[in-house]
Each structure stands twice: as structure tokens, then as C-alpha cells.
């Protein structure tokens, strides 16, 4: 990716699609990023990342934390930024993503949870510190374990000789406990009734595991474990949710497995794990505020600064004036405002529009007619809605609160959908509120004016 703006208009559009990239998590110092808490560090009491940093620095031998964001909330670049204050405080960070060790669609259990915690602070020590992986690696560590207390699972094979062979079938393990259910199953029928070895085998090894850390980093200060992407664990559609029931199930009755001792522990966990267990401390990404939460849904400055310096991050103040004709102070422009209004403070869904736009430019700045054409196609994503959904949409609109009705899984399930399509958006203004989605919220009204019933006439005496 080219830093440098091509100074040719028709080359222009292919530069800025490089700086568009939507899913691109970003460290802190990129040029690209944008602090979505600010002033960044200071100031913000709300500022969940420092919460969490603050609560790790208070309790110096260990900690639980977790961290929620719906999909696309930045949750990921904000864990990069924890993990670079936390490093330049002289902690060793290890990060780790879930995904690289379970699948999304599968329930998940406490016992090959544990071996995947200690498998991924592992990995991670590997990774930073050059630490031999035949000696060290947890992976051949619970394959000696196995053996050693004559745990047979059919279809895998235990046996160790050498070093490397135990690399081999370390890593054999590993890729077998992700990508094959049957041997994950197997697994867990066999550590039911030795739980509490394995804790003593996970614990034993995150305390040689500590001592190798602090001692290769250099740092007295007790190590970290950023686990990331567990929010990403979801169930298909239908009636049945394995899925989120295994899901609270770890979170709710294994919190004390969890709290890795000496070790500062952050989690993501899904957005509706708050209506499965209510009053578990999370701390929650938020959208940045556009409006304020009033009938007129006022205008919010600081937000608006924000999702403003995005763009100009993303196109220059070059670039803007360039691809977008008319820009003001402050990096103010009526067609880069409207998409950033019907963004509704959600930044993934400002880089869609925004790179729509880049798509149908023919030649530049762009016109409306381009900028209303990108407004459409995101609007279309969204639709259809089903008319029992709008009127809860439409509700949640007019009451900014996510009138949960129960906690079942279907209700669960359907406001997390909503949360995860960016139906609904969650704010701060001091308390937590709800709103929907500026793009879809005159077709909500439209469809509720649509299907009201008719008033009924009055009897005739």
C-alpha cells in the first residue's frame, strides 16, 4: 500500500481502494488508524481499554476481564492498542485468536477449552520468544500427558519417541482437536471425569509457561493473555442454540477456570452473553455517537470529528478535495457528511459506502447521483425485513432501548442478529442506548405505517 497520493485523478480510485480494506484490523501508530475514544488515553471515563489496562495495572499478580463488540465495532484494532499500552508498560502480552483454535459453528467445552488456552499462550511464547517448541510446546506436553496416564483415543496416536516425533504429533494434535469433531468428542468423554488432573496439568504448565516469559522478556511484572475472536462463536439458524448455551455454560459456571493464576486474562465474549447473564462485568465497544439520545436525535460533535477524521485518514485532505469536490473546514464535505450519516457511527459500514463510491466513480469528484447509488446498495443489504421484525425495529427506535421481551434462544438469537447485521446499534450517551440504523430506519417506518390495522369505525347508534 502506497502512502504516497498518485498525483494522476484516473489512478486515484485504485490508490484509495488499498486504504478501504474493511476487515483489516490496524495497530496503533498506522497511519490509518483512528482513535475511536478521544482524547486517546486520557480523559474518557468510558474509554474500555483503558478501564481494562487500569484493572490489570491495580491488580499486579492476576485479573478477569472481558470485552464485548458487535461485529465490525473495531474490537480487535482496540485489543491491538490494549496490547501496545500493556507492552510499552513492560508486560508480555500474549494474543491469541479463538478461531485459530476452534470452529465457530461448534459448542465448546470447558476441558478442551483449557488445553486451547494453554495451547495458545504457547504458541504465542513460541512465537515472540524463540522458544524451542520440541522442549517447550504445551502441545506435546498434553500428548505426554495423555500417554502417561494411558488416556487412548481411537484414532489418534499417543506414542512419543523422539523430539521429533513428539513435534509431530504435538502438532498432529492440535489440527486434530480444531478439524475433527469426532476426536474433539473423544476428548472430552475421556477428560469428564479427570477435570480436575487437567487443571492441575493447565496450571502447572502456565506456571513454568510465567517463568520463561518474564525470564526471556526481562519484565518482573506477571504476564497477559489477550483471547480474542470468541464472540465469533455463533449458532446456525433454528430452534436449538448449542452454540450459545455452551457458550454461557463456559462463561457462567467456569469463571474460577478462566482466572489463569498470575495471569492477567481478557476474553471477548458474543453481545448477548449481557441478556444470558446478567450483570457480568463487560466492558462493551460502543458506535460512535452521531446524534444524541433526544427526540430530534440532535447532532453530537465529537462524533461527528471522529468519523470525519476517518476519511480524511483514509483519503487525505488531498484526496477528499479531489474525490469529493467541496470541502470545508475541519474536513467537512456535504457528500462525505451524508455517507458518514447513513453510516450511523458504525466505521465498517462508512468504509462500505465509502468504497461503493470508489467502485462507480467514472471520473472525479463524484457526483450525488454516485454518492446516493453507494447509499442504495448498502440499504439493499439490509432488506428484506420481515414485518415482525420492523415492529420491534420500529419500537426499539422509538424507545432507544432493546425491549428484550424474555431470554430465550429465538429472542436471543434475533437481537443478536440484529446487533450483528447493524440493525440495531448500541450507544453511550453517560447510559447505554439503542437505536436503528439511520439506512433502514425510514423503511422500518414505512413497512409498521403499512401493516398497522385499520381503525375501526365507530358503531352506529
Known sequence: MSPIIPPDDSLLPKWLSSRLNVDAPLEPGEPLYQALYEPLYTNDPDDPIQLIFQDIAFNEVQSLNFISGFRGSGKTTELFRLRKQLQDDDYFVAYANALDYVLPSEP?????????????????????????????????????????????????????????????????????????????????????????????????????????????SKTEKNVVLIFDQL??????????????????????????????????????????????????????????????????????????????????????????????????????????????????????????????TLLRSRKLPITREIMNSAIVNLRASFLPIPVKNAFWLNEIGAKRDSLLKDTSAESIRQMTLFLDTHCVMIHRNGNEWYDVHPIIREEIEEIVKREQPAPQAPAST
Open 108 to 216: 465448546v467445552d470447558i476441558s478442551d477449552f483449557l488445553i486451547v488456552l494453554a495451547g495458545s499462550f504457547s504458541d504465542s511464547l513460541a512465537d515472540q520468544l524463540e522458544v524451542d517448541p520440541v522442549k517447550e510446546s504445551w502441545w506435546t506436553r498434553i500428548v505426554h500427558y495423555l500417554t502417561k496416564t494411558k488416556v487412548d483415543l481411537e484414532g489418534f496416536d499417543v506414542k512419543v519417541g523422539g523430539k521429533a516425533a513428539g513435534a509431530d504429533v504435538g502438532l498432529n494434535f492440535k489440527t486434530s482437536l480444531k478439524q475433527v469433531p469426532s476426536f474433539r468428542q473423544k476428548l472430552r468423554e475421556k477428560m469428564a471425569p479427570r477435570l480436575g488432573e487437567l487443571r492441575n496439568e493447565v496450571q502447572k504448565f502456565f506456571v513454568d509457561a510465567i517463568k520463561l516469559a518474564k525470564k526471556k
Open 231 to 356: 464472540e465469533q462463536l455463533r449458532d446456525a439458524l433454528g430452534d436449538k442454540a448449542p452454540v450459545a448455551d455452551s457458550v454461557t455454560s463456559l462463561i457462567g459456571n467456569h469463571r474460577e477456570d478462566l482466572q489463569i493464576p498470575s495471569v492477567h486474562c481478557v476474553y471477548t465474549v458474543p453481545p448477548w452473553l449481557k441478556f444470558k447473564l446478567p450483570g457480568l462485568p463487560t466492558r462493551l465497544l460502543y458506535n460512535v455517537k452521531l446524534c444524541n439520545n433526544d427526540d430530534d436525535r440532535t447532532r453530537n460533535g465529537a462524533g461527528w470529528t471522529t468519523m470525519r477524521n476517518i476519511v480524511e485518514r483514509r483519503f487525505t485532505a488531498d484526496g477528499m478535495r479531489r474525490f469529493f469536490g467541496d470541502v470545508g473546514p475541519h474536513g467537512a464535505s456535504p457528500l462525505a457528511d451524508q455517507l458518514i450519516r447513513f453510516s450511523g457511527g458504525h466505521f465498517r459500514d462508512l468504509l462500505r459506502l465509502l468504497r461503493e
